[in-house]
């Protein structure tokens, strides 16, 4: 797997995000739209994509695919069955799918926040990312009452620093 990090700036200069994982580069790309919101801030937060290459999918990974309209996606994978795998975004209750998975191109293996790299590896990512995804049919509620539930979240990876 190529270790070569490439940023896709928002000018007119587009980079082919897919020919670069083909050609199994990780690339740094910003993020547009708010679907992965709380996790990660639109034109804020920087997405880190690798290839899938050999990777088993699971549950919770978040990846790059194209739905069937042609966009690219990146959301969450919220379940795999016998029938495809099924993705949501973070900031939402619908539920995309199924979809084979040769759709899918990229996995998201950091994210970029203040200039500072994250690892999806993090256990305070795991975990949060793990209980939000749970939580899938209380979003709304939890999405309406943000503000309490961002200082929720804040606590505890402040506790996570503090313990380092």
Request: proline share 3%; with cysteine; aromatic share 8%.
């Amino acid at each position: 797997m190529g270790d070569t990090m490439t940023k896709q700036s928002q000018s007119t200069n587009k980079i082919d995000i897919l020919t670069l994982l083909r050609e199994e580069k990780t690339i740094e790309i910003p993020l547009q739209g708010d679907s992965m919101y709380p996790f990660l801030r639109p034109l804020k937060d920087h997405v880190i994509l690798s290839p899938i290459g050999n990777r088993q999918l699971k549950v919770n990974d978040v990846c790059l695919y194209r739905r069937n309209d042609g966009v690219l996606i990146c959301h969450r994978i919220c379940e795999i069955n016998k029938n495809g795998i099924y993705t949501v975004g973070d900031h939402q209750d619908v539920i995309d799918g199924p979809f084979k998975s040769d759709v899918f191109y990229g996995i998201m293996t950091g994210y970029l926040r203040n200039g500072k790299k994250h690892s999806c590896q993090e256990w305070h990512y795991r975990v949060l990312s793990s209980i939000w995804l749970l939580l899938l049919g209380k979003r709304l509620f939890l999405l309406r009452n943000r503000s309490r539930v961002l200082a929720f979240f804040a606590t505890i990876q402040n506790h996570a620093k503090i313990k380092k």
